[in-house]
């Protein structure tokens, strides 16, 4: 496990906000969003490639991005890493979030999502790498992708997805 002082975690934790607000300034209209869908089909078998594509927009766009830094800075990266982080948040399209439940949900810490009442988009955000998992595997996806996406929020012991969550907290 890494081992990062006061001050590194502390860089680490801003880092994440700055993200999140960022990530939260693109929420606000799916039209607004670009995703490289073409670019992100090369990577996932083609029942992956439905999961991916019933996603938002928005979701797909921040999939790519977090996709692309890690292809950036850990060019060795597996297939299945690669493909899981396209569908890291698969599982939050099981409900469409309006604009004002996407900004909100958003805001509220993943921690905090699992000691709040597990109801409407809530329950999606606490749930969401369960639910992606289910979608993966239904559709006929590589389970190591599916196992990844499970854990991209509790990746102890797991250095993959230790990796993807960093690289989502970033984005």
């Excluded at 939050?92 to 810490?109: A, D, Q, T």
């Amino acid at each position: 496990m890494l081992r990062l002082s006061l001050r590194e975690r502390l860089q680490r934790k801003a880092s994440g906000y700055l993200g999140k607000i960022a990530r939260l300034s693109r929420s606000f209209r799916e039209q607004d969003a670009h995703p490289d869908d073409h670019w992100a089909e090369t990577y996932l078998t083609p029942g992956e490639f439905i999961v991916y594509m019933g996603m938002d927009a928005r979701d797909r766009e921040h999939a790519c991005r977090v996709t692309r830094h890690i292809l950036r800075e850990h060019p060795g990266s597996s297939p299945e890493l690669i493909a899981a982080a396209l569908l890291h948040d698969s599982g939050k399209s099981v409900r469409r979030y309006n604009v004002i439940e996407r900004v909100l949900v958003g805001l509220i810490p993943n921690r905090l999502t699992h000691i709040l009442p597990p109801i409407g988009p809530i329950g999606i955000r606490a749930a969401h790498p369960e639910l992606g998992a289910q979608l993966i595997a239904h559709a006929g996806g590589r389970p190591r992708v599916a196992q990844l996406v499970v854990r991209h929020h509790h990746s102890v012991g797991d250095p993959e997805a230790a990796l993807l969550h960093h690289y989502d907290e970033r984005e």
